[in-house]
């Protein structure tokens, strides 16, 4: 994987998101990214509003930034709605329901796409449920299998909500103890891929592995075994 994966527990496009927004843009290597705002997962609440919140935020940022309406399975398989995606240096999905996101880009089109943007060296990044989608597993009422973007690991949004022993207990309990799972805070996010991370952003990365947990703040680097 010659790209980047950013995970990122939540709360996108609001203040307090721009340090790490700045990395996810630095990572591309582009002088002015050309970023693409997918916002799936709103897809039943509004996602012309999403998209055009992201769009607004990442211009700011100096970004080259556009919507990509894909909002249900045909669209994510319509190779002329996703043609951008070819040429994108930031491909970020948005917040909003998992289940959905994962049902549309499962085996789809936009998913090759995806893949192969980082092959060639672009971000692909996610909020909250666009976060959780990327792993081999997530949580989402139930746990389900999941796109495996980022083998072997769980990502848990808006972290900070969580008291970190009771999640190592419930982990422990779901016979995921050995998982490589990620908790992300809000408006912070988990750069790298796919053993190599780096936390960015105003809050923190809650590491589960083996059975123990430990906390990352903002620059700290680890590594998943």
């Given at each position: 994987m010659a790209g980047a994966i950013a995970l990122v527990g939540g709360d996108e496009f609001r203040p307090g998101c721009e340090s790490m927004d700045r990395a996810i843009l630095e990572a591309a290597?582009?002088?002015r990214a050309n970023l693409l705002v997918v916002p799936t997962a709103a897809a039943a609440q509004n996602p012309a509003k999403a998209a055009s919140n992201g769009v607004g935020y990442f211009a700011a940022l100096g970004a080259e930034a556009s919507p990509l309406m894909v909002l249900d399975r045909r669209d994510a398989d319509d190779e002329a709605l996703i043609g951008p995606v070819d040429t994108a240096d930031v491909i970020y999905l948005t917040g909003g329901n998992p289940a959905h996101l994962l049902d549309v880009l499962k085996g789809s089109a936009l998913l090759r796409k995806m893949r192969q943007a980082l092959d060639r060296g672009a971000v692909v990044a996610g909020s909250s449920a666009g976060a959780m989608v990327m792993g081999s597993w997530m949580r989402f009422r139930e746990w389900s299998e999941a796109l495996g973007i980022v083998p072997g690991v769980v990502t848990l949004p808006h972290h900070e909500r969580s008291d970190p022993d009771a999640v190592a207990k419930e982990l422990a309990q779901s016979g995921r103890a050995d998982t490589a799972v990620l908790g992300v805070d809000g408006r912070t996010g988990c750069l790298g891929g796919p053993e190599e991370?780096?936390?960015?952003?105003?809050?923190?990365?809650?590491?589960?592995?083996?059975g123990r947990w430990r906390r990352y703040g903002s620059g700290e680097s680890f590594r998943l075994d």
């Open positions: 290597g582009a002088a991370w780096t936390v960015a952003g105003a809050g923190a990365v809650t590491l589960y592995q083996a």
